[in-house]
């Protein structure tokens, strides 16, 4: 049986579920990290990521060969979209582009259509269609469960950090050129900007959050780590 964590949120519109303390997701052990959302958009773990117990549950990325690489279609995504993932920084890599991904998709010739993670300093990110970046003052503390959530409408976005939004309606560079599947931890298409650190839960929606459900999200998802 998996977790509870509390009170019901609406889950209409998710696309994608992973949480590595639910059983029916992630059993301890295995190359699978399966999608709770209904979509059978499983996660292929590669390069030997690894199950921690702590919060009840978190898969560890090494930040050098390791990465889930979803079942869902960057296309299936689209431009219009919401993403939320909790996770923990434990390094940042030395790419010039985005270091780490959290999440990453790709468009047709193979280079970045958007992603989250960060800069060789820590900060973080929202990057776009390849080479184009958006570096944002926003540090991320190392070893301290982190929550962020992308709410991505078309031609711009918003970011949360926890419970604060410190990205509102910012001009986005993503277009709709789509190849591949969602991965997180890395990149699917490319072999590098690999996630140093533990991530706990992702989900997609292919509709836009309001502010009150990242919010009702976030305070969801975090009694994990209390």
Known sequence: MGINYGRYVNRKGVILHYDAANIKSYSTSGTVWRDLSGGNHHGDLLGGVSYLSEFKGALSFNGSDQVCVTQLPAATIGE????????????????????????????????????IGLRRNG???????????TS???????????????????????????????????????????????????RTRVTDRYWEGNIYEVKVFDKLLTDSEVSRFYQTMKLRFT
């Not at 993932?85 to 030395?94: A, D, I, M, Q, R």
């Not at 900060?123 to 970046?133: A, E, K, T």
């Not at 949360?160 to 309606?169: A, G, L």
């Open 80 to 115: 219009s979209f919401s993403a939320l993932c909790y996770f923990t920084k434990e390094g940042v890599g030395n790419s010039s582009a985005t270091a780490n991904r959290l999440l990453s998709a790709d468009r047709t010739n193979n280079a970045t259509k958007w992603c």
């Open 123 to 133: 900060n973080l990110q929202f990057g776009g269609r390849g080479g184009i970046d």
């Open 136 to 186: 944002l003052n926003f540090p991320i503390p190392h070893g301290k469960p982190t929550f962020v959530a992308l709410v991505h409408n078309h031609d711009e976005y918003s970011l949360w950090i926890d419970n604060e939004k410190v990205v509102d309606r910012q001009s986005s560079s993503i277009d709709s050129q789509s190849n591949g599947n969602l991965a997180i931890g890395g």
